[in-house]
Nanobody, 119 residues
């Protein structure tokens, strides 16, 4: 099993910055891709950024140039540095990981951390 715990959310003014962290535990050697998703009130969950075990990165167009995803495989942690925050970035942010189990590939989600950007 793999477990994810996020931290770092909070209230910030528009134009400000926050850094989210997600620590994985359990069978961390079996994790390959990790990423951040978000869900705003009344909207579907959407991809923010992903990073593979080898460091390949993908961003949603809405966050390119403002957000940076990074991964520390030694500590099983993935970060999301969010700069120039906008009110539309307000959402619950979820960490996600894909991992290989005996029965096949699975995905796991963290509990989410709330980011509120005030205008």
């Amino acid at each position: 099993q793999v477990q994810l715990v996020e931290s770092g959310g909070g209230l910030v003014q528009a134009g400000g910055s926050l850094r989210l962290s997600c620590v994985a535990s359990g069978n961390t050697f079996s994790i390959h891709d990790m990423g951040w998703y978000r869900q705003a009130p009344g909207k579907q969950r959407e991809l923010v950024a992903t990073i593979t075990a080898y460091g390949s990165i993908n961003y949603a167009d809405s966050v390119k140039g403002r957000f940076t995803i990074a991964r520390d495989n030694a500590t099983n942690t993935v970060y999301l540095q969010m700069n120039s925050l906008k009110s539309e970035d307000t959402a619950v942010y979820y960490c996600n990981a894909d991992w290989s189990s005996v029965g096949g590939d699975l995905e796991v989600w963290g509990q989410g951390t709330l980011v509120t950007v005030s205008s």
